[in-house]
């Protein structure tokens, strides 16, 4: 019977267990039933949607590609203003010139496209420096540009500048330079190597030719064999083609009066040496020495032996009657009949051998102050040995043969 009332418990617990777990899975469906139905009305009711983002309509479209047109529009425009006010300024002359005004223009050897550029433009040539260096820069006439003197037409087109560049000057100029210690003949020789001044005209007036111009240059008066030895001042001579002899000799002299004005005679003076005394000078310390600084020391030996007397005996005043190329003295070369020849005749030799530099006239215009009365070369660099006394000018060529061998 207990048993039987146990059975009945259980299954009315099970029974219950059964109704509440139906109940609570009639609920669920319930609950989702209604979940699908209020989605569906959602859907269906009109109205902003919650949890999607909102569409763009049309207009809102249009609206953004009017801004966008609007913003380039602009841009473009912006861009047309500074390429206007660009090229203005690019185009803006760089000097106010009349236009068709002749003018002269010198390009330097080596010169660039950008220098060219500015030389002109500063000339009135072309109206400006940039724009020109562009146009050569688009005809490939880079590094085509030939140096020289150009007569050009102020405010020319560019491309016609760049032609007449390419073609080369209307006025061709030599550059001669002439080295110090060159004599005479040797210069007339470089005038007609490197600027095609006649030889013969040229070497007639060099050597012969003194008064023809002792009108301009007083110093030339009585020069000996009326040559201009000694008073063509070496440097480096800019000649215009088609320049004469007699254009060339002017240049020179004129060169030399500008250096020789500036430098001090008072000490030469007082020794009772002129102006050409000072050149005879100069010139034998161009032939004497190699390094400029000793001339003043060849120049005080020099300066201490005419006050002692002695004979100068220097070398170089008669290696200029011998050919051209000797180099060395004999005995015999010693004893030649020159007036040039300082170991035959007393005192200077009575012409300059050769035509000297700056260095040489302010030399030969103040000596160092010394009691030197020898020198002796003893450097294959040329450097020479000065000496006081004869066995000191002894001891000065031992070392001269030990170095050369002679």
């Given amino acids: 019977m207990s048993g039987h009332r146990y059975m009945m418990f259980w299954q009315g617990v099970r029974m219950v267990v059964f109704c509440k777990s139906s109940d609570r899975t009639q609920v669920r469906r319930s609950e989702r039933s209604q979940a699908i139905r209020a989605r569906a009305a959602a859907t269906a009711a009109p109205g902003p949607r919650r949890a999607s983002a909102p569409r763009r309509t049309p207009q809102k479209r249009g609206s953004v590609i009017r801004v966008f047109g609007a913003i380039v529009v602009l841009l473009i425009v ?3 203003v500074a390429v206007a006010v660009g090229w203005s300024m690019l185009n803006r002359p760089a000097v106010e010139v009349a236009a068709g ?55 020319m087109p560019y491309d016609l500048v760049l032609e007449k560049l390419k073609i080369g000057p209307d006025i061709v100029f030599y550059d001669v330079p002439i080295p110090e210690g060159f004599t005479a003949r ?117 300066y201490n ?29 010693t004893k030649l009949d020159s007036p040039y020849n300082t170991y035959i005749h007393d005192g200077l030799p009575v012409g300059p051998i050769s035509n000297p530099g700056l ?17 002796v070369l003893t450097g294959k660099d040329g450097s020479q040995t000065f000496a006081s ?18």
């Fill in 186 to 302: 040797q210069i007339a020789e470089r005038f007609t190597a490197r600027a095609q001044i006649p030889e013969a005209e040229l070497l007639a007036l060099v050597t012969g030719g003194a008064g023809e111009f002792a009108a301009d240059h007083p110093y030339l008066e009585n020069a000996y064999g009326d040559s201009l030895e000694g008073f063509l001042f070496p440097a480096t001579y800019r000649v215009k083609e088609g320049t004469s002899a007699r254009d060339v000799v002017e240049m020179m002299l004129d060169k030399f009066d500008s250096v020789i004005a500036g430098i001090d005679m008072s000490y030469a003076k007082s020794k009772n040496l002129d102006l050409r005394d000072v050149v005879i000078i100069a010139s034998i310390l161009e032939r004497e020495s190699k390094i400029q600084k000793e001339f003043p020391l060849v120049s005080s030996v020099i």
């Fill in 101 to 155: 005004a002749p003018v002269e223009v010198e390009i330097a050897s080596g010169s660039s496209t950008a220098a060219i550029a500015e030389k002109l433009a500063s000339a009135g040539v072309v109206e400006n420096a940039l724009m020109f260096r562009l146009q050569s820069r688009l005809t490939e006439s880079d590094g085509l540009l030939r140096a020289g003197v150009y007569t050009f037409s102020t405010g």
């Fill in 359 to 375: 260095a040489a006239l302010t030399a030969a215009a103040a000596p160092a102050k010394t009691d030197y009365y020898y020198y």
């Fill in 78 to 80: 912006a861009a047309f």
């Fill in 389 to 406: 006394t004869y066995d000191e000018f002894l001891r000065a060529k031992q070392v001269y043969q030990n170095v050369f061998g002679d």
């Fill in 305 to 333: 032996r005419l006050a002692k007397p002695m004979r100068l005996q220097l070398c170089a005043t008669v290696l200029y009657k011998l050919p051209e190329g000797t180099t060395k003295l004999t005995n015999a070369d």
